[in-house]
């Protein structure tokens, strides 16, 4: 019983040697077998933990939208699904509830293709699906600068963590700044020489 306790001991202990070494080399040492599956599990992690937070962050879609800046969120949404729904492009909206008449021209409106979730989503969970794609898209951001810069596991999940997770684009969205989600994707492919 003791010695099955051992080997199980060194075999963790052996593994974590591994993890680790596979964590801190950098991508110029090409890895094989086990090395390379605990690579891509620890990309894979990363990516988990980051939908995972955000999901939390923004409560699964359950947003409250009587504070900060959700209130207007919820009214360009709002018409924008309506918009869709009836198939009938926004253009003029109540000068009182925006600077504006003209709808399409406010710049916070997102008017990219996934607004077309909104013809079968609620505002709130369509809020965490965009974010949730802003974020996979600047994940592949920062797989495309890892590779180009050969950075190591270890400093890859430091950059996704500080170009997806910095204080910056979350305290904007928390306030209700959602549009301020693009953020997550362009940070990274604009240090991308590939």
């Not at 802003?134 to 600068?145: A, D, R, S």
Request: proline share 4%.
């Amino acid at each position: 019983m003791m010695e099955g306790l051992r080997r199980a001991e060194l075999l963790a202990a052996n593994l974590g040697r591994q993890f680790l070494r596979v964590i801190l080399t950098s991508q110029t040492e090409r890895l094989t077998g086990l090395n390379r599956w605990l690579q891509w599990g620890w990309m894979l992690a990363l990516y988990v933990i980051g939908m995972l937070v955000w999901g939390f962050f923004l409560g699964w879609g359950e947003i409250p939208f009587e504070a900060h800046d959700w209130n207007q969120e919820w009214g360009f949404y709002t018409i924008l699904q309506e918009a869709i729904r009836s198939g009938r492009l926004p253009l003029h909206t109540s000068p009182a509830a925006y600077a504006t008449r003209r709808f399409l021209a406010i710049p916070q409106t997102s008017l990219s293709p996934q607004i077309l979730l909104l013809s079968f989503m609620g505002i709130g969970r369509f809020i965490l699906v965009n974010t949730w794609l802003h974020f996979t898209l600047g994940f592949v951001g920062c797989l495309l600068l890892g590779r180009s810069y050969r950075l190591s596991p270890l400093v890859f999940g430091f950059t996704v963590m500080l170009f997806s997770l910095n204080g910056h684009i979350t305290a904007q969205i928390a306030v209700g700044h959602s549009m301020c989600g693009s953020a997550i994707t362009s940070s990274p492919s604009s240090f991308c020489s590939c």
